[in-house]
T-cell receptor
Framework: GQQVMQIPQYQHVQEGEDFTTYCNSS?????IQWYKQRPGGHPVFLIQ???SGEVKKQKRLTFQFGEAKKNSSLHITATQTTDVGTYFC??????????WGAGTKLIIKP | GAVVSQHPSWVICKSGTSVKIECRSL??????MFWYRQFPKQSLMLMAT?????????EQGVEKDKFLINHASLTLSTLTVTSAHPEDSSFYIC??????????????FGSGTRLTVV
C-alpha cells in the first residue's frame, strides 16, 4: 500500500542551528500537509502544498514539494526553543485520506 | 478557524467497562471525521473513517465490534471502546474535514483523549 517515509526519526540541534526533515512517498500525492505536535498535545496543521515544485515560507519555516509530488521537506532556520516538538508530514491521496509519516522529533540541546 | 472539541481529555477506567469519547465540530459541519490512535513516540494510526449518517469504514486490523463509531449528526461523532482492556490504553484523537471541499485548511484535530485501562 501507499507509504510515506519520514527521516530522520530524531534530530538534536543547538538552539540557533537549522533543522530539516524529509518525507518520501511511494506514490504520487495529491498534496502534502505538515503538522506540528508538541509533547502531550495534538497535531496542529501548519501548511498544505499542492503544486509540483511548490515552495512556501512561514517565517523561519520553509516547505518544499518535489517536482514529482512524491517528496517534501520542512526546513527550520535558526531553531528556537518554541520549535520543539514532533513534525509530521501527511500525504493526501485523491480521496483526501492522509498517509502519515512517522514524524521527526526536534530536540534542542541545552 | 475550524475547531474540533474532544471530550474527555483523559479517562481512567476499569478493565471490562466501556468508554465513550465525543468529538464535536464547533463552527463547521464535518461530513467526515477520522479517528486515530497514537502510541507513545509513534505516528498516528488511522482507525476508522466515519461519514455522517452511514456506517464507519474501519482500517484493516481494527475491530469494529470493539471500537464502535457513531456519526449521527454533522457536528458529532463518538467512539466507544467496549469491554476495554489494558492493551487499549492509548491516546485517541479525532479529526474532521469537509469531504466535499479541498482541504485547504488541512484537517483539524481534537485535543485527544488519553485512555488508561486498569
Amino acid at each position: 500500500g501507499q507509504q510515506v517515509m519520514q527521516i530522520p526519526q530524531y534530530q538534536h540541534v543547538q538552539e540557533g542551528e537549522d533543522f530539516t526533515t524529509y518525507c518520501n512517498s511511494s506514490t504520487t500525492l495529491s498534496n502534502i500537509q505538515w503538522y506540528k505536535q508538541r509533547p502531550g498535545g495534538h497535531p496542529v496543521f501548519l501548511i498544505q502544498l499542492v503544486k509540483s515544485g511548490e515552495v512556501k515560507k512561514q517565517k523561519r519555516l520553509t516547505f518544499q514539494f518535489g517536482e514529482a509530488k512524491k517528496n517534501s521537506s520542512l526546513h527550520i532556520t535558526a531553531t528556537q526553543t518554541t520549535d520543539v516538538g514532533t513534525y509530521f508530514c501527511a500525504g493526501s491521496d485523491s480521496n483526501y485520506q492522509l498517509i502519515w509519516g512517522a514524524g521527526t522529533k526536534l530536540i534542542i540541546k541545552p | 478557524g475550524a475547531v474540533v472539541s474532544q471530550h474527555p481529555s483523559w479517562v481512567i477506567c476499569k478493565s471490562g467497562t466501556s468508554v465513550k469519547i465525543e468529538c464535536r465540530s464547533l463552527d463547521f459541519q464535518a461530513t467526515t471525521m477520522f479517528w486515530y490512535r497514537q502510541f507513545p513516540k509513534q505516528s498516528l494510526m488511522l482507525m476508522a473513517t466515519s461519514n455522517e449518517g452511514s456506517k464507519a469504514t474501519y482500517e484493516q486490523g481494527v475491530e469494529k465490534d470493539k471500537f464502535l463509531i457513531n456519526h449521527a449528526s454533522l457536528t458529532l461523532s463518538t467512539l466507544t471502546v467496549t469491554s476495554a482492556h489494558p492493551e487499549d490504553s492509548s491516546f485517541y484523537i479525532c479529526s474532521a474535514t469537509l469531504r466535499d471541499s479541498p482541504p485547504y485548511y488541512g484537517y483539524t484535530f481534537g485535543s485527544g483523549t488519553r485512555l488508561t485501562v486498569v
